[in-house]
């Protein structure tokens, strides 16, 4: 089967790492032994991005974006996908100049949601993503609602994504924290949690987190396996 090229706009490593290793691994099962699509990665400097981020310029990091889009094609690839939710916030600003089509993060959750019938999600990842409109207008499509965490828990999980989670650090107390959290979003009437932050997944034990858990990177990964294919 002749499967599309995909493109990996990548920000931050250990998200796209797993985001890359989740659409290799799980191919051969639908492709066959040891195969899985041609795939190619751009990845801009997590410290160029933070720097428009921080300061709330949102048409640089779209051009950052759009950079690695334009190398993507290039490269062949046929469509892209961005293991990194907080940029999806500029997603709008260079969708329309992008030589190639996008598969958008929050979307692919937001159908996830449908799917398993959930009604209300609570939203975490970095500050940014939490307070930003990414996560509401996908969700709003699909009738969905949403909820964010109390403001002290959501600086205490930006720290831990910023200065633990994206070097590859993943300790007992974060998990703890991340579970109590979800205990009180549950408590608040969401019935799953989205992991916002692409290194968020793995730092959750899903038989220990309180609620279902929507894996925005895994997921992502696996709606561009199945695009690749045409399925």
Not at 142 to 152: A, R, T
């Amino acid at each position: 089967m002749q499967s599309k090229h995909i493109g990996i706009v990548a920000c931050s490593a250990e998200g796209a790492a797993l985001c890359y290793r989740t659409l290799c691994g799980e191919a051969p099962a639908l492709m066959g032994e040891h195969q899985h699509p041609e795939v190619s990665l751009h990845n801009h400097s997590l410290g160029d991005y933070m720097v428009h981020i921080r300061s709330g310029n949102w048409n640089e990091v779209a051009a950052l974006m759009l950079s690695s889009a334009k190398k993507l094609a290039g490269m062949g690839a046929e469509f892209a996908i961005c293991p990194d939710n907080t940029i999806h916030q500029a997603y709008p600003l260079m969708a329309d100049q992008s030589p190639i089509p996008w598969l958008h993060i929050a979307e692919v959750v937001a159908r996830e949601a449908r799917s398993r019938e959930f009604a209300k999600l609570g939203i975490t990842g970095t500050k940014y993503l939490m307070a930003g409109p990414v996560y509401p207008e996908s969700l709003k499509q699909y009738g969905i609602f949403c909820e964010l965490p109390q403001p002290e828990d959501r600086e205490r999980l930006d720290r831990i994504i910023f200065k633990e989670l994206v070097y590859g650090v993943f300790t007992e107390e974060s998990r703890g924290f991340f579970n109590g959290v979800a205990g009180e979003l549950k408590a608040r009437g969401c019935d799953a949690v989205v992991l916002g932050c692409t290194e968020i997944p793995l730092l959750v034990d899903p038989m220990t987190c309180p609620l279902p858990a929507l894996d925005s990177t895994r997921a992502l990964a696996r709606a561009a396996l199945r695009e690749s294919m045409g399925i």
